[in-house]
């Protein structure tokens, strides 16, 4: 399995992940229509350099796991920077994993990778943050190393939130 980014993702596998996330009623950061492809690669290009984001964020990548196929297993996003809505509600990473792929340990493998990443780039620790609710991505934070900080409530979003720390040392090359 290996990381892609956005722009060498093909059509086919954004579409079958798309359908995959809408089967279940969930649709990939609101995206139900394949036809979109050009314009999330676009967008997701642009996000990487800092365009078209909130003040609130910071320049991110989006990644891919895929396999010698190029099916997408799960997709997540490394953010460049440290700011406080980062460290505070939206984590220094996110990740996620297609509804059909679920609990075959692929949100693990992606969160290894998106931290094996951070360590390339120089970052000696992250945040990773995650629904207090959200027991499945909880562990998959746990396994990948990271200590609960604490529990907070975030007022924008209404929710509780857990803030792990995690140490880099183990993902360093």
Same mark, same amino acid.
């Given at each position: 399995?290996?990381?892609?980014?956005?722009?060498?993702?093909?059509?086919?596998?954004?579409?079958?992940?798309?359908?995959?996330?809408?089967?279940?009623?969930?649709?990939?950061?609101?995206?139900?229509?394949?036809?979109?492809?050009?314009?999330?690669?676009?967008?997701?290009?642009?996000?990487?350099?800092?365009?078209?984001?909130?003040?609130?964020?910071?320049?991110?990548?989006?990644?891919?796991?895929?396999? %010698?196929?190029? *099916?997408?297993?799960?997709?997540?996003? @490394?953010?460049?920077?440290?700011?406080?809505? =980062? +460290?505070?509600? #939206?984590?220094?990473?996110?990740?996620?994993?297609?509804?059909?792929?679920?609990?075959?340990?692929?949100?693990?493998?992606?969160?290894?990778?998106?931290? %094996?990443?951070? *360590?390339?780039?120089?970052?000696?620790? @992250?945040?990773?943050?995650?629904?207090?609710? =959200? +027991?499945?991505? #909880?562990?998959?934070?746990?396994?990948?190393?990271?200590?609960?900080?604490?529990?907070?409530?975030?007022?924008?979003?209404?929710?509780?939130?857990?803030?792990?720390?995690?140490?880099?040392?183990?993902?360093?090359?």
């Amino acid at each position: 399995m290996e990381l892609i980014t956005a722009d060498k993702l093909t059509y086919a596998a954004f579409a079958d992940m798309i359908d995959d996330y809408a089967v279940a009623g969930t649709p990939f950061l609101g995206i139900t229509d394949p036809s979109l492809f050009a314009y999330f690669v676009r967008t997701c290009v642009k996000h990487s350099a800092g365009i078209g984001l909130s003040a609130k964020t910071s320049p991110y990548t989006r990644y891919f796991l895929t396999d %010698e196929t190029g *099916a997408v297993f799960a997709q997540g996003d @490394l953010r460049h920077r440290k700011t406080q809505h =980062n +460290l505070f509600f #939206a984590g220094q990473l996110g990740y996620g994993v297609p509804p059909s792929h679920r609990r075959c340990g692929y949100g693990t493998i992606m969160c290894a990778k998106l931290l %094996e990443k951070a *360590a390339e780039q120089g970052f000696s620790s @992250l945040i990773i943050t995650c629904r207090d609710d =959200n +027991l499945a991505s #909880a562990k998959i934070i746990e396994k990948n190393g990271g200590i609960l900080l604490n529990k907070i409530y975030n007022k924008e979003d209404r929710i509780d939130m857990r803030r792990y720390q995690v140490d880099l040392l183990n993902y360093a090359k």
